[in-house]
């Protein structure tokens, strides 16, 4: 539609491409995925580099900028490709285009961007990520509770033995049904979802260097003491900043992000943290400001 069009028309054109993604229509899906492709790029890459560790050095990455320097013969690491499929699913689902609603004349990319941007989308990706919360699709769960037995139990990595005294099911069962969570999830591009949390990669390596899950958690989590007691004050104060604190902290000081980046995204969110100031009316020097209070605010929270 031409830049001329009118917001109604605009409202219209992307309600009724939500809708039709919804329903599973391919050219709809295609085009949402093309929309909201540049959203998912930007996010994956910032939030996978944050916690990328020593992966970085063991994996080669996946991301559209590569991090790291890993060996000529080291396998790609997947947690980049794992990102970009759940945000895509996230943003794309039927669920979440059904709740579009053009607000304040809202374009679809305007919808997913805001989502893409909010602390809850972080926090689910840190809930998937770090296997806080696994989710297990519904192509799974419709295959039975045993199915979704024989799913958790594959992601700890137990035997086929263990699985079917868990499910009262004998070893050719149990084995039957594995194989056919496993076809599934390839089929739809989620193997990664079996890894653990304990795992560095995604991707299963098959040689000695595979670790164990003490080893892994020791490789990933080993720090000096010191460290670790400063990181669990920090964690403490941090947790005493509001979400809008917290935002634009990590935003311009972990991140470094510009602060035109910061106030759009605050004005979009239709956020102030300026009492009697309206989103829209926030200026830079008044962000910078709020940076500083709430810099001494945690400051003075590590000293209590």
């Known amino acids: 539609m031409p830049q001329s069009a009118s917001p109604s028309e605009r409202n219209k054109e992307n309600l009724q491409l939500a809708q039709d993604a919804a329903e599973n229509n391919a050219a709809a899906r295609k085009k949402v995925n093309d929309l909201i492709a540049p959203i998912i790029h930007y996010q994956t890459n910032r939030f996978c580099k944050r916690f990328c560790k020593e992966n970085r050095s063991r994996f080669k990455c996946t991301l559209k900028s590569p991090t790291g320097s890993p060996p000529a013969d080291a396998i790609l690491c997947e947690w980049g490709n794992g990102s970009y499929a759940w945000m895509l699913n996230d943003l794309s689902s039927a669920n979440r285009l059904k709740k579009y609603r053009a607000n304040n004349n809202a374009t679809l990319f305007d919808y997913c961007y805001v989502i893409a941007n909010s602390l809850p989308f972080y926090e689910r990706w840190k809930d998937w990520r770090f296997g806080r919360k696994v989710y297990i699709p519904t192509y799974i769960q419709a295959l039975g509770k045993k199915a979704v037995t024989v799913f958790y139990a594959l992601r700890s ?6 699985i079917s005294q868990q499910t009262s099911q004998s070893v050719d069962q149990t084995k039957k049904l594995s194989r056919e969570i496993i076809k599934l999830l390839t089929q739809k591009n989620r193997l990664f979802l079996l890894s653990s949390s304990q795992n560095v ?9 595979t670790l164990s899950t003490v080893e892994s ?5 080993d720090e000096p003491v010191e460290t670790y007691e400063e990181n669990l004050l920090l964690s403490k104060a941090w947790k005493k900043l509001n979400p809008v604190e917290q935002f634009v902290i990590e935003a311009l000081v972990i991140e470094e ?17 300026k009492a009697n100031v309206t989103a829209e009316d926030l200026d830079r020097q008044q962000l910078y400001y709020f940076r500083r209070k709430t810099l001494a605010k945690l400051h003075t929270l590590l000293q209590t």
Do not use: G, M, W
Not at 217 to 221: I, N, Q, R
């Open 157 to 162: 990595q137990q035997s086929l033995e263990q």
């Open 201 to 209: 990669s995604l991707t299963h390596d098959d040689d000695t260097r």
């Open 217 to 221: 958690e020791t490789a990933t989590y």
């Open 257 to 273: 992000q510009d602060a035109d980046i910061v106030l759009n995204s605050l004005k979009k969110l239709d956020i102030s943290f």
